[in-house]
């Protein structure tokens, strides 16, 4: 599925790549704001997604050898497809690199430190001052703690499993190969 030529022209900046029998316009070589960068990389992070769904709508169709004779040429239309969806994939990662580390180093100046975001790692807490508190709420504390705990041991084990589920079916699929 090729993109329509308008939706191509938008991931372009301005001034990149003029039409045909058009000059470039003397404004559109100045600098590429940050926002329409992230907007770029909002449609390349789409486009991604799409690629990805494609990929998996093919991988859904294809019917594994089960040692009975099939279309060959089927077989080499959809592992071609497959190969172009996965180039394509490998340029749209590319491009959102180069789109992330434009965006960064113009905006260098206005970042922060960048904020934690695992919400609770390790043992230690932020201690904050806070007024002294009835034991049901230490002990209710305690509880919700131990709860998130167990929760996090839980997800760690499942992103364990998904992992080696990936590594199984990427092991199987570079056998079929």
């Not at 470039?24 to 690629?51: H, K």
């Not at 998904?162 to 079916?169: E, I, T």
Request: proline fraction near 7%.
């Amino acid at each position: 599925m090729a993109a329509p030529p308008q939706q191509q022209q938008q991931h372009l900046p301005p001034g990149a790549a003029a039409a045909p029998g058009q000059q470039p316009q003397p404004g559109a070589m100045r600098e590429i704001s940050p926002v329409f960068l992230c907007r770029i990389g909002q449609e390349t992070v789409q486009d991604i997604v799409t690629r990805t769904m494609e990929i998996f709508q093919i991988s859904r169709a294809t019917q594994l050898p089960n040692g009975v004779t099939q279309n060959q040429a089927m077989y080499q239309d959809r592992f071609g497809k497959l190969q172009e969806h996965l180039r394509q994939l490998a340029l749209l990662f590319r491009k959102l690199r180069l789109l992330y580390e434009r965006c960064v180093e113009m905006t260098s100046d206005l970042q922060e430190a960048p904020a934690e975001l695992v919400p609770y790692v390790g043992d230690e807490l932020l201690s904050a001052k806070a007024e002294p508190c009835s034991p049901a709420i230490v002990q209710e504390r305690k509880e919700v703690m131990e709860k998130v705990r167990q929760k996090n041991q839980e997800m760690k084990i499942l992103m364990d499993q998904m992992r080696n589920l990936l590594w199984d079916v990427n092991a199987m699929l570079t056998l079929r190969k």
